[in-house]
């Protein structure tokens, strides 16, 4: 299987760059083929242009600008996103990549009729999120009702793909976290990704 690996953090040693190489090795190591996209050291521009708000009804839509990331996105099977939690939601870069990236033609297609839009990443099998969040699991869940993953399964997943696999691997308190739990994170998340 092909996997694009998305990787939103600015630091490079941050832990979230721990866990990208953590699934990058439990890929390779499982013999799929891993395409790790950074999107802070590839220095993807995150705004949504003029011109791609203009057209976004056009047929077909316009993505010369980011053709590159486009191509890599429909030849993976799985999409693995790496990413902390800023605020209960995505870092800008990650949105701005899900703005543009999965854009009409790419992503879906609007209905002709008007009506809810059809799914087209069906090349896409697998979406797992790793992801940190500074705040408890009880706060996440039960107060702010868990919108990253709500975005993600119920939206990006099911708007955008078929029979996809969605799976969200999070590493609560991290800001307090010991060096044991993130371990053990690493660990969870190389047993998770070495199962595929």
């Known amino acids: 299987m092909r996997v694009l690996l998305v990787l939103a953090h600015p630091l490079p040693e941050s832990f979230a760059a721990s866990v990208a190489r953590t699934a990058r090795e439990a890929l390779g190591a499982s013999g799929h083929t891993v395409d790790l996209l ?25 993505t010369s600008a980011i053709a590159g990331v486009v191509d890599r996105l429909k030849a993976a099977d ?14 800008a870069i990650l949105k701005g990549f899900i703005d543009r990236v999965f854009a009409p033609g790419v992503a879906f297609t609007h209905d002709a009729a008007g009506g809810r839009i059809v799914p087209q990443l069906t090349n896409i099998k697998q979406l797992y999120a790793l992801t940190t969040t500074g705040s408890p699991w009880w706060l996440v869940h039960f107060y702010m ?13 099911n708007f955008c793909s078929r029979r996809l696999t969605f799976r969200m691997l999070s590493l609560h308190n991290m800001d307090r976290a010991t060096e044991a739990k993130r371990r053990a994170h690493l660990a969870r998340v190389r047993k998770a990704l070495a199962a595929i």
Do not use: C, H, T
């Open 38 to 62: 950074d999107l802070y050291a590839e220095d993807f521009d995150p705004r949504l242009s003029e011109a791609e708000r203009r057209g976004y009804f056009n047929m077909p839509y316009d």
């Open 145 to 157: 009702g868990n919108p990253v993953r709500r975005l993600l399964k119920r939206g990006i997943a």
């Open 78 to 91: 799985g999409l693995v996103l790496v990413f902390p939690q800023w605020w209960f939601n995505f870092p």
